[in-house]
């Protein structure tokens, strides 16, 4: 595949919501929307748009717009959508089997392959219909299977121990609910973190301030 | 209380950070630390928390390093996690139910202080202590009790519509977990977004290429 090197994340962090507003209007049976209306629709500017698109070689045509259907799937390969990566997920607790249930992990990109947890009375039990292994047989799984992916749904002091270890057996990116910043003491491993607690005081900031600049 | 203004985003988002090391930091029974420490545990600059914490008024103390308890204190008060915001929760699914029993809202600035449901079988049943009501009491309950919040785990069609209706009850910002962009449709409305479809894709792509710049 392509491999794009040295956009900036914050360009990258938008992509998503491209994919997201193009896929709406695909379902709303667009096939063709001008830089204008799509500016419009997503809040952004039409130069944001195509500065944006010009990271990835550009895809808009000069009075005709952007075709929905070839910009959609053009991007969910510029994301990798389609190149199947296995991921697990630690932490069968109340958010673990949210993240299990709630997402639709294949759309995005990810194969939910199995799930752990460390309280002997949860093993056994079925998730989106695995069955929940013992953190016990993490290691045998990770060396054999190689997961790409571990979704960290545990409390911090576990996630600190059990990043050490995923990462000893080849885990090489995290997407961490835990509180642990996991990237400080990792270099080198992929972190993708949803501290929602951040999330929630940064809202009350904001509610009781007033904040320079938007989203 | 002390409004701050025109603080920048990306500046306001630290904060949560800075709260949750020092509270770290805190239960560790550290009472002081050298803005070198603190900055290598974060992985910042120790000159990026000086401007960072400048914005605000400075704390730290030529020659002294920090005073943890005092810091933790003042970032908490700056962020407002004293006023008791009341926040409404919409949505009592696998995702709705994760967040009401997960989150430590009352540390974070917030009262959870409703639930509700657009299920007749879900109405009445008890999440976190409260009995989950149905959405058609919700405009009643906002005109009653004028909640500071809603959050949003809803689909994003249910989402559009109850934004409306929760802005024209008078509710003015959202934690919003479902896929629709409230910002772009009600400006002057304070959106905090967990978009954890977004997320997962940009780990996606991160994993399948380089990019520049860190979090």
Not at 78 to 95: E, F, H, P, T
Not at 188 to 204: A, F, P, Q, W
């Amino acid at each position: 595949m392509a491999k794009y090197e040295g956009v900036s994340l914050s360009v990258v962090r938008r992509l998503p919501r491209y994919h997201r507003f193009l896929e709406d209007l695909l379902k709303a049976g667009v096939h063709r929307i001008s830089s204008r209306e799509l500016s419009s629709k997503m809040g952004l500017t039409a130069s944001q748009i195509r500065q944006d698109l010009n990271c990835f070689g550009g895809f808009g045509q000069q009075g005709y717009g952007y075709n929905v259907p070839a910009l959609h799937a053009e991007i969910g390969k510029i994301l990798g959508l389609d190149q199947g990566l296995r991921a697990i997920l630690v932490g069968a607790g109340n958010l673990g089997r949210a993240i299990a249930t709630h997402m639709a992990f294949e759309t995005k990109g990810f194969t939910l392959s199995a799930i752990f947890d460390s309280s002997p009375q949860v093993a056994g039990e079925s998730v989106r219909g695995l069955t929940v292994l013992h953190t016990d047989e993490m290691e045998r799984y990770c060396r054999a299977y190689h997961p790409d992916v571990a979704i960290l749904c545990i409390p911090k002091e576990a996630a600190q121990q059990l990043a050490e270890k995923l990462v000893s057996w080849g885990v090489k990116a995290f997407w961490n609910f835990s509180h642990y910043d996991i990237a400080i003491e990792h270099q080198g491993i992929i972190v993708e973190n949803v501290h929602l607690g951040d999330s929630l005081m940064t809202l009350c900031y904001r509610i009781n301030n007033t904040v320079d600049g938007e989203k």
